[in-house]
């Protein structure tokens, strides 16, 4: 079984990019979406006929969250005959990536997003192999190439790829790279591509008043300036 | 190639900086607090803050490698690539039928794609920005100077020896018409060699040229009238995209002199294909491309005889571009003679 990784900012067109890719491939994907509280995308993957398991971390960290629960993944698409799983991680701060070493991984960003936000999302696009562009049909050919440029500023040996998530344009050759991705039977020993932040406060076990009085475990004070 | 490594341990970053600097914003992007640029990178380094470097999953040993891959990638964006020739060779329409065509495409030339609806036409254009090695639906293939494009070059060439422009493209940067222009250029490195203003002067007049209405350098871009974002788009194809081929699906009527603007990217050596419904662009090509069911079922040389009915086309034109803008001034039309 193939696996890829795929991250990116909310509503940047993951699961539409992964569905044209899934027409692409024409192989049995199976996917694992990761969110935060809620996820409205299993009915999409149902309809394209995609086996998927949806994870909510709820009050979990979602990177950590992440990282205990992949490997589960990798067992359920073989246990069910998965050519090519996928990942999709939706409820990641931009702290975090969820890309593993020796695994493909994609980020998905919108070419609507802004021209900087490329290099204010971070590892998750940092450390990604191929970078995917959407929306981009909607924009100059200009700003495309200044997103473009910005990818590459913040990552500059990812591949960029601009993907139409609604006509499928594009997904061809990011199907290409996906075909391009080793045969893995676990994950057990790999590693991730950043480290996950440290958390373990008062936050994390269901605090929710705000003051020193409750602030207990690790955690880090602002300076502020005077 | 410059060995980016060897200069940056070599140099202290005053120096680096001042030939380079888009070395600022690596800094910027790795959020590096400030360092003493009297001394080279490594050295700098070694004042930064421990726990800082660590808290954003930094090592000293990275940040120098980092930089100098980081530069190799900003100096190569600079370098677009020349195009001598496209060729397109034929695969199959939708009933599997061969196209038994091959078209060969020079600099400077202008090819129109004409079909139905839902004929195909959008699917050639796509074959072309994909780069087509037989292995798209149309079976279609398509070589760079004469020759084919391997696997790596069609992922490294992706969205550099193509541009394209269509109906559905907007502005959507809050910048002004000369903030874009010259964000455009430096992002194309343009601006290193010096040229960059004289550059975004002429791409900004030839816009203006194009456009029925003026704009100025301070306008938004998110403000400009359908017809004047297309006529800026075009000028800044022309003129600072580094993208040989260029790839028109359909553009408007209003606000824009959509032949000039054609001849102007001929003009700028670019090779244009545009897929078109309106007959004064097809007939203005040199050739066109004839789609059916989903195959190239023809492609016809403009003759002569079509250069002249062009002609005659075109007054048809101008009687009813005049017409529009009699109406639009208030005016009434009593006599077509006068328009």
């Known amino acids: 079984m193939k696996m890829i990784t795929v991250a990116g900012p909310p509503s940047s067109g993951k699961t539409s990019v992964i569905l044209r890719l899934a027409e692409s491939l024409k192989l049995n994907i199976g996917v694992v979406k990761f969110d935060c509280l809620t996820s409205f995308d299993k009915a999409r993957y149902k309809a394209a006929g995609i086996p998927v398991q949806i994870g909510l971390s709820g009050k979990f960290c979602p990177d950590h969250f992440f990282v205990n629960n992949v490997e589960g993944g990798v067992s359920w698409g073989l246990r069910n005959g998965i050519d090519v799983l996928i990942t999709e991680s939706a409820g990641l701060c931009n702290r975090c990536s969820p890309h593993i070493t020796g695994i493909t991984s994609v980020c998905v960003v919108d070419a609507l997003s802004g021209v900087h936000t490329p290099r204010k999302i971070g590892p998750m696009l940092k450390f990604a192999d191929i970078v995917v562009v959407t929306k981009g049909d909607i924009v100059s050919q200009a700003e495309r190439e200044v997103f473009a440029w910005s990818v590459k500023q913040a990552n500059g040996s990812a591949q960029v790829l601009s993907v139409n998530g609604i006509t499928g344009q594009g997904a061809f050759m990011l199907s290409k790279k996906v075909l391009e991705a080793r045969e893995i039977t676990s994950l057990t020993d790999s590693r991730l591509r950043f480290t996950t932040p440290a958390a373990a406060c008062a936050y994390c076990t269901g605090e929710t008043r705000i003051g020193e009085n409750y602030q207990m475990g690790m955690m880090r004070k602002m300076e502020y300036e005077i | ?339």
């Open chain 2, 1 to 339: 190639m410059i060995d980016f490594g060897n200069l940056i341990a070599a140099q202290p970053l005053s120096a680096l900086l001042a030939d380079y600097p888009v070395v600022r914003d690596f800094f910027l992007n790795l959020n590096l607090p400030p360092l003493n640029e009297a001394k080279s990178l490594a050295d700098a380094l070694l004042e930064a803050d421990d726990d800082w470097l660590l808290e954003f999953g930094l090592t000293r040993e990275e940040i120098p490698s980092q930089l100098a891959a980081f530069l190799t990638t900003m100096t190569a964006a600079e370098s677009g690539r020349a195009v001598t020739s496209l060729t397109i060779i034929g695969g199959r329409d939708k009933s599997g039928g061969a196209e038994n065509i091959e078209l060969h495409i020079e600099p400077g030339t202008v090819v129109s794609i004409v079909g139905p609806t839902g004929s195909g036409k959008s699917r050639l254009l796509g074959d072309i920005e994909c780069l087509a090695q037989g292995d798209t639906p149309t079976a279609r293939r398509i070589l760079i100077d004469g020759a084919e494009v391997t696997e790596d070059d069609r992922f490294n060439l992706e969205g550099k020896i193509v541009a394209q422009l269509s109906q559905n493209m907007n502005f959507v940067m809050d910048l002004t018409v000369a903030e874009f222009l010259e964000m455009h250029a430096r992002s194309r490195a343009v601006g290193v060699s010096g040229d960059a203003d004289a550059l975004i002067k002429t791409c900004f007049e030839c816009a203006n040229s194009l456009a029925g209405e003026k704009f100025t350098p301070e306008t938004k871009v998110t403000q400009l009238s359908g017809g004047q974002s297309r006529a800026l788009m075009i000028a800044d194809c022309a003129y600072i995209s580094q993208s040989a081929i260029v790839l028109i699906d359909e553009i408007e009527n209003a606000g824009v002199d959509r032949r000039e603007a054609i001849a102007l990217l001929a003009q700028s050596e670019k090779i244009v294909l545009i897929s078109t419904h309106d007959p004064l662009l097809a007939l203005g090509a040199d050739k066109r491309i004839v789609i059916k069911n989903g195959g190239i079922s023809a492609i016809i040389d403009t003759s002569a005889e079509e250069k002249a009915s062009l002609v005659e086309l075109e007054k048809i034109d101008r009687l009813l571009y005049n017409t529009r803008k009699t109406l639009r001034a208030g005016g009434q039309i009593n006599d077509l003679g006068t328009l």
